[in-house]
């Protein structure tokens, strides 16, 4: 019993999002009784182990593990394990691409703000009011008119300009931060490592390729 209280099965890969049969074949545990299992805590856990499976080690017979060896570390029945149970791991989600994150940015509440107002200001520069309008307005210099018209959409094309800058820059950052995390993600997981017990033998594996059925050795502190 020594052994027992710094081991435990470790059931990873039991929340991978596989489709549920029926695995008596294999084992005489299904994937979704696992899944139960690990929803329960405390006294509760321990009253379904014992009413199911009767304690730790009929929960080892039925997986085909020893609480004291572990697995064989066999390439085959750990294929098996993770082809009836699923691997240890979570699949990533599909990167968001450059256009989307522009999208996104694009959804500011002060971006639209800006756009609208570009928008009604290249309107307006490009308005000519009606003839008859002009002449009750008295007299008004022909050429001043002019370089107004000429000159007016350049306030709407610069906040249009700045819009786009500041999207392309928030789109560019939101990427390159995006790549950084993923890249951080996938190195912890090729490095990070846990100790179980295979073959009798305390080694240390990628948490990745923890399978149901591994004895894990858990210690205090960690």
């Given at each position: 019993m020594g052994d027992m209280a710094n081991n435990s099965v470790s059931y990873s890969g039991v929340k991978n999002s596989l489709k549920e049969a029926n695995h008596d074949g294999d084992f005489g545990i299904t994937l979704a009784e696992l899944r139960?299992?690990?929803e329960l805590r405390s006294t509760d856990a321990l009253r379904k182990i014992q009413e199911s499976y009767g304690d730790v080690y009929g929960i080892c017979t039925r997986l085909k593990t020893s609480p004291n060896e572990g697995l064989s570390g066999n390439p085959a029945d750990i294929e098996r394990r993770e082809a009836v149970f699923g691997k240890n791991f979570i699949p990533p989600k599909k990167p968001k691409t450059f256009l989307q994150l522009v999208w996104e940015a694009l959804q500011d509440v002060t971006l639209i703000i800006l756009e609208i107002a570009a928008i009604v200001s290249l309107g307006l520069s490009f308005y000519q009011p009606p003839e008859g309008d002009n002449a009750l307005c008295g007299e008004v210099s022909v050429g001043e008119e002019e370089g107004e018209g000429e000159t007016g959409w350049i306030e709407g094309a610069a906040i249009l300009l700045s819009v786009v800058c500041v999207v392309l820059v928030t789109a560019f950052n939101d990427w390159s931060k995006e790549k950084q995390f993923r890249g951080l993600q996938s190195r912890i997981e090729q490095e990070q490592k846990f100790t179980v017990i295979r073959g009798g033998q305390v080694i240390q594996i990628p948490v990745a390729d923890i399978t149901v059925g591994?004895?894990?050795?858990?210690?205090?502190?960690?």
């Open positions: 139960a299992l690990m591994d004895i894990a050795q858990v210690k205090y502190g960690k």
